[in-house]
């Protein structure tokens, strides 16, 4: 173990960088770092954030974390970990979750042992419920980059980013295309998991729900390293994040808090026999200060949620208590998170804690599906009442609104933007809303009438005057 890793390893990432060129996969610049004695980092592509993978050479075989996500590079990176350590003896793949860009190589190691949390197998075939989607998307993205190259001078900078991600989409698409049966973990867990590897032990927590459902961290101490997965990651060596982007407590997926921030603390409490973190994808840094920040959010507002929903708080009280700027000064501006991120999470947690239902979420589901009168009716009663059946929140229904506005379906927009004015009218940005669907629908009036309200409540909205001196304009050249 050495005490200036850190140093060393974005020292040797740059120089990596710069060896770039000399050996490719598939057309991608190889990239290679060593990370510990006998222990290495290899990925491909200069501007992608695509994957990392490790390899540690142990006394009772090789052990490999994560894969590309694509056989044909996957097999490719094996043969450079086996001529590298210098053997070939891979017992063990771990998984650090789902995704397709760390579980698409599986196949490649089918003769390990391929170790994940449980629930990486649903978490794989849900993702092959979409392939249809994907290749579309695929498909589209690829002639969209064709033109956007034949557009473009020889020799542009922008040029071989674009030349990388063709192939890389390529790639994904034939990998679609060829639906293989994918390889699964046949080794899992649901908590903690430790292997014993002789001279190397990996520890295993589970730590899922921010990322995917079934994200687990790697503790190997005697390299001092922690691997994080997805699930975090404080800085960016490129301007593109890949799925890292995203730290949030996620609707409909599973989430044990209080052995997340159990897990998590076992971790942390090593904190000084932890030298390198170690983010999923090549281009993301991670700090302790970093981790620790993460998990003090999560405890916060867990415990934090759970205090006010004991002492009858109401939704809208714990958004102002806990807005980023003012609660996590610390989180402002780092990967992951942003005001309305915060307001996603907060607002799952509350629906988590309390058990109550999104008032704005059923009326969407309830107006999308032409439901009766009666039904609508029914939730909304439920605002100035005793129940608890449902929580309301202006932010929600702000947002379906514009869902509803970005489907086309105006008049739903129109009624779910006038429920939010009748349940909040001393906020200027609901009538904002309303104006804007009122336009959109050709009630010039109606939306004058909306803007100035807004404006009434708010003199110095900058859409509100907007948006009316544009009527203006366009009545005065009927
Ligand atoms: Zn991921």
Known sequence: MRSTIRLIAVVSLLLAASWAGAEEIAGLPLHLQEIDDGVIRLW??????????????????????DTFGVPEIDTGLRRVIARELGRSDFAYLINTHEHSDHTGGNSVYDDCTIVGHELVAPGIAAFADRRDFRTNWYTNRITEIEGELENMADGEPEAAALEEDLIMTRLNLELDEAALEPALPNLTFSDRMTLDLGDTTFELAYIGGM????????????????????TMADLWLTDNHGCLANFTVRAGMPHDFPRFLTNWDRLLEQSDRITNLLPGHWNGELSIQGAEARVEYVRALWEGINQAAEEGKSMAEVQAEYQLDIRFPELVGSPGFSP?????SITELWRVITNQASAARTLFTLLGEDADEAAILEVLAAHNSDSSDYFFS??????????????????????????????YPESWNVYDSLGEALLRAGRIEDATAMYEKSLTLNPDSVSGKEALSKIQEDTASM
């Open 44 to 65: 491909v592509g200069d501007f992608t954030s695509s994957t990392a993978v490790t390899a540690f050479a142990t006394s009772k075989g090789i052990v490999v974390v």
């Open 340 to 344: 309305q991120i915060n307001y996603a």
């Open 211 to 230: 990322h995917t459902a079934s994200d687990i961290a790697v503790f190997v101490p005697e390299h001092a390293l922690l691997f994080t997965g997805d």
């Open 394 to 423: 202006e932010v929600e229904f702000n947002a379906y609104g514009y869902a509803f506005l970005q489907q086309d379906r105006i008049n739903e927009a129109i009624r779910v933007f006038e429920i939010n004015t009748g349940l």
